[in-house]
């Protein structure tokens, strides 16, 4: 198929799932879009008489797309950088420690008790799924996905310091987690041992290269912006950061996603308030937020129709459905640990782990990843398990996440540092303390 056929079919489902699901379903629209994505590819799977021909040409239209190049290679860095553009630094400075610490040995503790767990599964159930390939499952299944997260956020209503802790996170693992993939697929279809030194050295150089070139182009871009004041240049030098950043970093070999979101970042806090015109702020913001929401629409039901290419059996299912709740002890575990560090420098409050491990969405990013692995039996079963792991985390997680939020938000959201404890005002210390 053409690329303007592909574009077009996509667009205009998009559109109709969209007008759907907010006259009839009103669910959130990541969620709406992938659900009615998910039943209509069902749908054409069924032998019914008369659609023989539309599922021949979904088939081939998605064999045409290659999703982890589309998301991976393309959309990722417009994604990432909306994301990025209103994200308050002073936010996340703030919470710098828990964001940096789940951001980072966050996501090395889960891929490492995911890869365990998921040898044993696959081992009982019969799957023959080397370690390597488990590590690169844990790596590609770790991450929160910011795409999912950064909407459903939207419209949960969390309170402000739990929303900068996972948007952080989700911005920022999301990096880490990509260059952890890269590394250990490096490892798994080339020569190379696996060392310590090997995987540090490629490790830094992905993650310092992808920071450097960050706020190297996000630096760039705040100087020529400042020079003048004409809104459709300012935007088109944001336009240029998102995709041309993004693009030197994949060929000088550096993280690409951290490059985009450290870029934005600075972008969107240094123009933001010293040098951009109200007019400019306006034009800036209203175009990333469609940008956003567009791409988010294609991306979840792109997401619903890989249904129909999944290789699925009795024992791949089987492990997909225990990979769920093997996925979320990693998760409570790798958020669990990180905050019980830093218990003796900050007070957290009941709730906080809860929602961040109940929050902690998977999305396209690990799909993406599932399918960049060569291709093979093994291959066939980690994108099955990760697609019944990522369907289950938006569908599930995702409708249940605004009340688990409205049930604990407002007491995970109390908290303070120790330092400021004996300044509290009595009916303050006693609503941040946990309730017996």
Same mark, same amino acid.
Request: charge should be negative.
């Given at each position: 198929?053409?690329?303007?056929?592909?574009?077009?079919?996509?667009?205009t489902?998009?559109?109709?799932?969209?007008?759907?699901?907010?006259?009839?379903?009103?669910?959130?629209?990541?969620?709406?879009?992938?659900l009615?994505?998910?039943?209509?590819?069902?749908?054409?799977?069924?032998?019914?008489?008369?659609?023989?021909?539309?599922?021949?040409?979904?088939?081939?239209?998605?064999?045409?797309?290659?999703?982890?190049?589309?998301?991976?290679?393309?959309?990722?860095?417009?994604?990432?950088?909306?994301?990025?553009?209103?994200?308050?630094?002073?936010?996340?400075?703030?919470?710098?420690?828990?964001?940096?610490?789940?951001?980072?040995?966050?996501?090395?503790?889960?891929?490492?008790?995911?890869?365990?767990?998921?040898?044993?599964i696959?081992?009982?159930?019969?799957?023959d799924?080397?370690?390597?390939?488990?590590?690169?499952?844990?790596?590609?299944?770790?991450?929160?996905?910011?795409?999912?997260?950064?909407?459903?956020?939207?419209?949960?209503?969390?309170?402000?310091?739990?929303?900068?802790?996972?948007?952080?996170?989700?911005?920022?693992?999301?990096?880490?987690?990509?260059?952890?993939?890269?590394?250990?697929?490096?490892?798994?279809?080339?020569?190379?041992?696996?060392?310590?030194?090997?995987?540090?050295?490629?490790?830094l150089?992905?993650?310092?290269?992808?920071?450097?070139?960050?706020?190297?182009?996000?630096?760039?871009?705040?100087?020529?912006?400042?020079?003048?004041?004409?809104?459709?240049?300012?935007?088109l030098?944001?336009?240029?950061?998102?995709?041309?950043?993004?693009?030197?970093?994949?060929?000088?070999?550096?993280?690409?996603?951290? &490059?985009?979101?450290?870029?934005?970042?600075?972008?969107?806090?240094?123009?933001?308030?010293?040098?951009?015109?109200?007019?400019?702020?306006r034009?800036?913001?209203?175009?990333?937020?469609?940008?956003?929401?567009?791409?988010?629409?294609?991306?979840?039901v792109?997401?619903?129709?890989?249904?129909?290419?999944?290789?699925?059996?009795?024992?791949?299912?089987?492990?997909?459905?225990?990979?769920?709740?093997?996925?979320?002890?990693?998760?409570?575990?790798?958020?669990?640990?990180?905050?019980?560090?830093l218990?003796?420098?900050?007070?957290?409050?009941?709730?906080?782990?809860?929602?961040? &491990?109940?929050?902690?969405?998977?999305?396209?990013?690990?799909?993406?990843?599932?399918?960049?692995?060569?291709?093979?039996?093994?291959?066939?079963v980690?994108?099955?398990?990760?697609?019944?792991?990522?369907?289950?985390?938006?569908?599930?997680?995702?409708?249940?996440?605004?009340?688990?939020?409205?049930? &604990?938000?407002?007491?995970?959201?109390?908290?303070?540092?120790?330092?400021?404890?004996?300044?509290r005002?009595?009916?303050?210390?006693?609503?941040?303390?946990?309730?017996?």
């Open positions: 198929m053409r690329i303007f056929d592909i574009v077009a079919a996509l667009i489902l998009s559109a109709l799932f969209s007008w759907f699901n907010h006259r009839f379903l009103k669910l959130p629209t990541v969620i709406g879009l992938m009615i994505a998910l039943l209509m590819s069902l749908a054409l799977l069924l032998p019914i008489p008369g659609t023989e021909w539309l599922e021949q040409d979904a088939k081939r239209m998605l064999a045409s797309i290659e999703f982890d190049e589309t998301l991976l290679h393309g959309m990722l860095s417009f994604l990432l950088f909306a994301g990025a553009l209103h994200v308050r630094l002073s936010d996340l400075a703030r919470h710098k420690w828990v964001i940096a610490l789940l951001a980072s040995a966050g996501v090395l503790i889960s891929t490492l008790i995911v890869a365990a767990g998921a040898w044993l696959f081992f009982f159930i019969g799957l799924v080397p370690l390597i390939y488990c590590l690169l499952f844990g790596a590609l299944i770790s991450p929160t996905d910011p795409i999912a997260v950064l909407s459903i956020l939207k419209q949960a209503q969390a309170p402000k310091s739990l929303e900068t802790k996972i948007t952080g996170e989700s911005l920022f693992n999301d990096g880490v987690a990509v260059v952890l993939f890269l590394v250990l697929l490096d490892i798994a279809i080339g020569d190379k041992a696996m060392h310590p030194g090997l995987f540090l050295t490629i490790f150089q992905e993650a310092v290269g992808g920071l450097a070139l960050g706020l190297f182009s996000g630096g760039l871009a705040y100087l020529m912006m400042r020079s003048i004041d004409h809104y459709q240049v300012e935007v030098i944001t336009l240029a950061v998102a995709s041309g950043a993004y693009a030197v970093a994949e060929h000088w070999h550096v993280s690409a996603p951290i &490059t985009v979101v450290v870029a934005g970042l600075l972008i969107g806090n240094l123009a933001r308030d010293h040098i951009i015109s109200d007019e400019t702020l034009y800036l913001d209203s175009f990333w937020e469609l940008i956003d929401e567009i791409l988010n629409a294609v991306l979840f792109l997401i619903g129709l890989e249904v129909m290419i999944l290789t699925m059996t009795v024992g791949i299912f089987t492990a997909g459905l225990l990979a769920i709740p093997l996925v979320l002890a990693a998760r409570a575990i790798s958020t669990g640990l990180p905050i019980a560090a218990t003796r420098f900050r007070h957290y409050a009941p709730g906080v782990v809860a929602i961040l &491990t109940w929050g902690g969405l998977r999305g396209g990013i690990s799909v993406a990843m599932a399918l960049a692995l060569p291709h093979g039996e093994v291959r066939d980690l994108v099955s398990v990760t697609y019944i792991v990522v369907v289950f985390s938006i569908l599930v997680q995702g409708l249940s996440l605004g009340p688990v939020i409205r049930a &604990t938000g407002r007491r995970a959201d109390l908290e303070f540092d120790h330092a400021d404890f004996a300044g005002i009595p009916d303050q210390i006693a609503d941040a303390k946990p309730e017996s």
